[in-house]
């Protein structure tokens, strides 16, 4: 079992940067791919970014030049986005998928940018 906490969520302005934060534990040394969804209102949630315990990352088309996640240790990553758009408004969650395969979820931290 994994358990995810998210932190970093809050409100601001078009053009300003936020930095995100997931905490894990439990049987962290099984998490293989970190990840960062986000849901906005009135849609699906999308993947945002993920990065492999190898180090790989991948993003979005609409994040690539603005956001980055990175893994300073096993048990926290982080998603740093800068040049925020009102478009990038949504509840952010982190997510661990494990070996053996486990698929767990933080509950979300919310990101409001006002334009």
């Known amino acids: 079992q994994v358990q995810l906490v998210e932190s970093g969520g809050g409100l601001v302005q078009a053009g300003g940067s936020l930095r995100l934060s997931c905490a894990a534990s439990?049987?962290?040394?099984?998490?293989?791919?970190m990840g960062w969804y986000r849901q906005a209102p009135g849609k699906q949630r999308e993947l945002v970014a993920t990065?492999?315990?190898?180090?790989?990352t991948s993003y979005v088309d609409s994040v690539k030049t603005r956001f980055t996640v990175s893994r300073p240790d096993f048990d926290s990553w982080h998603l740093q986005m800068n040049s925020l758009k009102p478009e990038d408004t949504a509840v952010y969650y982190c997510?661990?998928?494990?070996?053996?395969?486990?698929?767990?979820w933080g509950k979300g931290t919310l990101v409001t940018v006002s334009s």
């Open positions: 997510n661990a998928q494990t070996r053996p395969p486990g698929d767990y």
């Open positions: 439990g049987n962290i040394f099984s998490i293989n791919v």
């Open positions: 990065i492999t315990r190898g180090g790989s």
